[in-house]
């Protein structure tokens, strides 16, 4: 069956620290990969999206970016994180090429507080 | 950008009641999807509807989609504690790998 890994599941940073967040995926290939974001409550905005190994699409400029440097591996990064950048960040999978109904499957997700 | 509204944001009733929530976008969909997200993990998948007027049952969940598919509900029978969550709708993009985007979710609670 296939498993989704997301690490870790809090982190407390300063304002102007790094960030790197790790997110695997077990038990399938070539998956499609995202990065969403949730503000308390509220819906995902969808950050970043990968169909395969060093392909990455942006939805939302920001101070964040991702690599996907293995075919199961996505990262989210931050040179600088921003007190804005506070939130739950949620990394999902699906299956490739079954666009309009293959569902999503999420990780338990890092909750992020910048200070 | 094509937004999906859901409402009410935010529905607490006792436990045995009944209750409806909405999923609503100006635009046709080609699919839609609803999650359940409970505190501190990530949304699960409930179900997805693909054709207009489709009703689709999951246990006391009934999930219909609008003939015209613009919209969409999920009607809860009998409620329970355990289904206290964040329901969030989810429409698809026809043949993009963005696949999905968010409704603003309707943040339910269910009282013993």
């Known amino acids: 069956s296939q498993t989704i890994h997301q690490w870790p599941a809090t982190l407390v940073q300063p304002v102007g620290s790094p960030l790197s967040l790790e997110c695997t995926v077990e038990?399938?290939?070539?998956?499609?990969l995202y990065w969403y974001r949730q503000a308390a409550g509220r819906g995902l905005q969808l950050l970043f999206y990968?169909?395969?190994?060093?392909?990455i699409s942006s939805e939302v400029p920001q101070n964040l970016s991702a690599s996907r440097p293995q075919d199961r591996q996505f990262i989210l990064s931050s040179k600088k994180l921003l007190l804005s950048d506070s939130g739950f960040y949620l990394c999902?999978?699906?299956?490739?090429?079954?666009?309009?109904?293959?569902?999503?499957?999420f990780g338990n997700g890092t909750r992020l507080t910048v200070t | 950008t094509q937004l999906l509204e859901q409402s009410p944001q935010f529905l607490s009733i006792q436990e045995g009641e009944n209750l409806t929530v909405y999923c609503n976008s100006s635009?046709?969909?080609?699919?839609l999807q609803w999650y359940r997200q409970e505190p501190g993990e990530g949304p699960v998948l409930l179900v997805t509807v693909v054709t207009g007027g489709e009703v689709k049952k999951l246990k006391r969940l009934t999930f219909q989609f609008g003939d015209a598919r613009k919209d969409s509900s999920l009607h809860i029978t009998a409620a329970q504690p355990g289904d206290t969550g964040l329901y969030l709708c989810?429409?698809?993009?026809?043949?993009?790998?963005?696949?999905?985007?968010f409704g603003s979710g309707t943040q339910l609670t269910v009282l013993p």
């Open positions: 038990g399938t290939s070539n998956p499609n």
């Open positions: 999902a999978w699906s299956v490739a090429g079954g666009w309009n109904t293959s569902p999503l499957h």
């Open positions: 989810a429409r698809s993009h026809s043949g993009s790998a963005r696949q999905l985007t």
């Open positions: 635009s046709v969909f080609s699919s």
């Open positions: 990968s169909v395969g190994i060093g392909q």
